[in-house]
């Protein structure tokens, strides 16, 4: 069975960083692009940023660009996120999902992980 | 402010049909392929639809997606009251290089 398990979410301090971890199972995980997706509190899904199957390609948001970096290993079969210099804004639950179409970064997401929280106050 | 725009809110009694809007433009659905998403409430979110029209294993057959031109809609027959969610339509855009959702539609069933 195909499962996301991230980790790594907390309280912080505005200013500070985070790195976020989501470990997969159940799939062959160098076969597919991860996706990051947050959601404020009452808020609508925000995409974050996606990592082809290789890592040879990633693309951010323009909301979270040049502050955060999406990144995976293969081998551990983990999807990593680390953002720099959080502010309030960034406060959300972050949800790490899978690409469905193999080798492709453009695909919609099948499985999503249940998100792990991030709250940035002082 | 989404690149892809949803009504806020549905609603519809057991048995109706309900359809949700979402609106697009060249560069998101009129060149790539929709994606609906379910949330229920405190869940994290669900595949519903994808590549415009077909359903994930699992998923009741009075879900249906379709699209045209710059636009696509989710159809809900039958409506029943464990539809009662908030549903998001999404998909790649070639010009912001990444992807779209739209704001979102609760459904409420009344």
């Known amino acids: 069975q195909v499962h996301l398990v991230e980790s790594g979410g907390g309280v912080v301090q505005p200013g500070r960083s985070l790195r976020l971890s989501c470990t997969a199972s159940?799939?062959?995980?160098?076969?597919?692009?991860m996706h990051w997706v947050r959601q404020a509190p009452g808020k609508g899904l925000e995409w974050v940023a996606v990592?082809?199957?290789?890592?040879?390609?990633?693309y951010h948001a323009d909301s979270v660009r040049g502050r955060s970096t999406i990144s995976r290993d293969n081998p551990k079969n983990t999807l990593y996120l680390e953002m720099d210099s959080l502010t309030a804004e960034d406060t959300a639950m972050y949800y790490c999902?899978?690409?469905?179409?193999?080798?492709?970064?453009?695909?919609?997401?099948?499985?999503w992980g249940q998100g792990t929280p991030v709250t940035v106050s002082s | 402010q989404s690149s892809l725009t949803q009504p806020p809110s549905a609603s519809g009694t057991p048995g109706q049909r309900v359809t949700i809007s979402c609106s697009g433009s060249?560069?998101?659905?009129?060149?790539?392929?929709v994606n609906w998403y379910q949330q229920l409430p405190g869940t994290a979110p669900t595949l519903l639809i994808y590549?415009?029209?077909y359903r994930p294993s699992g998923v009741p057959d009075r879900f249906s997606g379709s699209r045209s031109g710059t636009s696509a809609s989710l159809a809900i027959s039958g409506l029943q009251s464990e539809d009662e969610a908030t549903y998001y339509c999404?998909?790649?855009?070639?010009?912001?290089?990444?992807?779209?959702f739209g704001g979102g539609t609760k459904v409420t069933v009344l």
């Open positions: 999902a899978k690409g469905y179409v193999t080798y492709s970064s453009s695909s919609g997401m099948d499985v």
């Open positions: 159940g799939f062959i995980f160098n076969k597919y692009a």
């Open positions: 990592i082809a199957y290789d890592g040879s390609h990633k």
């Open positions: 060249n560069s998101n659905i009129g060149t790539n392929r």
């Open positions: 590549s415009n029209t």
């Open positions: 999404s998909t790649w855009d070639d010009s912001l290089i990444g992807v779209v």
